[in-house]
């Protein structure tokens, strides 16, 4: 019998967008739409659709969240927000998934694009975007210490979904920068003013700057046109203004349903769960080499992952294949394969080439240890990571 599976959704005043939610799980096992004081129809078009409504005055996010996931009964749990659904493809890949769960996983990522303006967003906020959403019932709950960034942290191994869901980032200028506004008292409230007037000065100049031409030209954000550009953009707005906040002292910001905090993402806090190995490498012969490797280090209890341009045959783990073997494409993939966990310990690199480009990779790009020595026995490198986990501060 293939396991069963429950949606979960928080809303408030949502009819326009939450049909549309509700069609794309109507798959699912059972429906929760936890409901914090609707004015509209929200609740009416939950019940008509066959979902369980639970009526709850707004906690927060996280406490939301987790009051849905009390009312779940199925095996698996998949949290989406009003504004955003899955593809059909997602759908029947979900299915197939609860039809034979592969073995020692207990969390799932999904894929995610947006749109903004009328149009796909991709390249531009940072496709794939994975979305920690889909886990077992009890494996995981939110923390309701924190207002942004609610998301669940992958603790383990993390089964990568190939298919998309998809979210309205913004459907009018007046909303996107309303949200904008939201978000930068938000995040503002929960950061002390700045150290000094140098570190304001690179806050509002240097890192907007920086950050707009590292996401148009390497993260590609150009090939989404003036709409990904321009996205790009109020986001680098929405960081100077959050600095200028913290110096004024931090804004008055308190969490409301559909604000800009609900798009919760795969957050990890430091050193939970196993440690995570990256290998890259550029060709089929130091793929296999990577691969062998890998495996050894795998069977040390060690989750690991390749980039590479080559596919090494029989490889037990996950292989995110590049087009091509550049600078830009290897940023990119190794990105795409930091969200599906959310970090990465350490590197395996094999390879001139792929040694060549990690020396210009961006430290964001390469994990926060130090690379795999090529003596390191498994046995070795484990203890090495599982250290630094205990020693890195929450």
């Known amino acids: 019998m293939p396991e069963t599976i429950t949606a979960c959704l928080i809303t408030k005043d949502e009819e326009e967008r939450l049909p549309a939610a509700l069609a794309s799980v109507a798959f699912c096992d059972q429906i929760v739409v936890v409901d914090s004081g609707s004015t509209d129809r929200t609740r009416e078009i939950a019940r008509e659709a066959g979902a369980l409504v639970i009526e709850n005055p707004w906690p927060g996010y996280a406490a939301q969240r987790n009051v849905a996931l009390g009312h779940a009964t199925s095996d698996w749990v998949l949290e ?65 210490s924190v207002s942004v960034h609610e998301g669940i942290w992958p603790a383990g191994p993390t089964w990568p979904f190939e298919h998309d869901m998809s979210h309205e980032l913004a459907g009018s200028w007046r909303e996107a920068l309303r949200d904008m506004a939201n978000y930068t008292r938000l995040e503002a409230s929960h950061h002390p003013p700045p150290d000094s007037a140098r570190a304001l000065a690179i806050g509002v100049t240097l890192r907007p700057a920086g950050k707009f031409w590292y996401r148009v030209i390497v993260d590609g954000g150009w090939r989404d046109g003036w709409r990904g550009v321009t996205r790009i953009a109020l986001e680098c707005v929405s960081d100077v203004w959050i600095w200028i906040r913290r110096a004024r002292g931090g804004g008055r910001a308190t969490e409301t349903p559909g604000g800009p905090a609900a798009h919760f993402g795969a957050m990890r806090a430091p050193g939970l769960g196993n440690p995570l190995v990256t290998g890259v490498a550029s060709g089929a012969n130091a793929a296999e080499r990577a691969a062998r490797r890998l495996e050894e280090i795998r069977s040390e209890g060690i989750d690991v992952a390749l980039v590479s341009d080559a596919s090494p045959p029989g490889a037990s783990f996950r292989v995110r294949r590049l087009p091509h073997f550049g600078v830009l494409e290897l940023a990119r993939g190794l990105d795409a394969e930091s969200q599906v966990r959310g970090r990465c310990d350490a590197m395996l690199v094999e390879g001139r080439r792929a040694a060549a480009l990690m020396r210009v990779m961006p430290s964001s790009r390469k994990g926060h240890q130090d690379p795999v020595a090529k003596g390191e026995s498994p046995a070795a490198l484990k203890r090495r990571l599982e250290g630094a986990a205990e020693t890195t501060p929450e």
């Open 80 to 144: 989406i927000d009003a504004d955003e659904s899955l593809t059909p493809e997602l759908q029947e890949e979900i299915k197939g998934f609860l039809g034979d769960p592969p073995p020692g996983y207990d969390i799932c990522v999904l894929p995610q694009f947006h749109r903004f303006l009328g149009a796909e967003l991709r390249s531009s906020v940072k496709y794939p975007g994975y979305r920690s959403r889909m886990f077992r019932r009890g494996a995981y709950r939110h923390d309701e």
